[in-house]
């Protein structure tokens, strides 16, 4: 069973501050997604890294892939408010036909005004 | 919107009880996935299928069955219900494995 840890479970900053989450795994996947969650919604897809070592930036999200294709990160800079959610990352895996994703269980962020 | 429909969105029953969740998937996508998520466990995989067809297992009870209809809609039959039981339970699609688009859930409640 591949699984993946992410860290800080909680995370409670103020506004304005940098944060990083993290999610690491012993298991090399073939991609690896971010996504955000609020409450009372489901996960919505922030980006997805397919090459090692991939940087990708979504305005003040930057996700890096590990050159092993085993972990990631997401870097928030200035957080506000809105970006106050729960942080979930995903393992993609392609086999027998069918394209699986593992979940970590979340960074839950609060940001405070 | 994800355009992933689910229903209900709240569900309160006994334990032992029986009950049926329902998912329409996004206009198009062939593949509808069903997760748990619990404070404890996180989301977890549970069935994938394609088109009708059963496609993946994850860690499913025997207590717990799906099926996808022809019009591509999809039920998750949980029965026997236990306390344990009580969860989010998400239905996702996609066109063929990439980005899942997840509905807003159906929130269990087993007392």
């Known amino acids: 069973t591949q699984l993946l840890e992410q860290s800080p479970q909680f995370l409670s900053i103020q506004e304005g501050e940098n944060l990083t989450v993290y999610c690491n795994s012993s298991?090399?996947?073939?991609?690896l997604q971010w996504y955000r969650q609020e409450p009372g919604e489901g996960p919505v897809l922030l980006v997805t890294v397919v090459t090692g070592g991939e940087v990708k930036k979504l305005k003040r999200l930057t996700f890096q892939f590990g050159d092993a294709r085993k972990d990631s990160s997401l870097h928030i800079t200035a957080a506000q408010p809105g970006d106050t959610g729960l942080y979930l990352c995903a393992g993609g895996d392609s086999g027998a036909g069918s394209y699986q994703l593992t979940f970590g269980k979340g960074t839950k962020l609060s940001v405070i005004p | 919107d994800s355009g992933v429909t689910q229903t209900p969105k709240h569900l309160i029953t006994a334990t032992g009880q029986r009950v049926t969740l329902r998912c329409s998937p996004r206009s198009g996508d062939l593949s509808v996935y069903w997760y748990q998520q619990s404070l404890d466990q996180g989301l977890q995989f549970l069935i994938q299928?394609?088109?009708?067809?059963?496609?993946a297992k994850g860690n499913i009870l025997e207590r717990f069955s799906a099926q996808q209809f022809p019009d591509l809609h999809s039920e998750l039959n949980l029965s026997s219900l236990e306390l344990g039981d009580s969860a989010l339970y998400f239905c996702?699609?996609?066109?063929?494995?990439?980005?899942?688009?997840f509905g807003e859930g159906s929130r269990l409640t087993v007392l």
């Open positions: 996702a699609s996609s066109v063929q494995g990439g980005e899942l688009f």
């Open positions: 298991s090399v996947f073939s991609s």
């Open positions: 299928y394609y088109n009708g067809e059963e496609r």
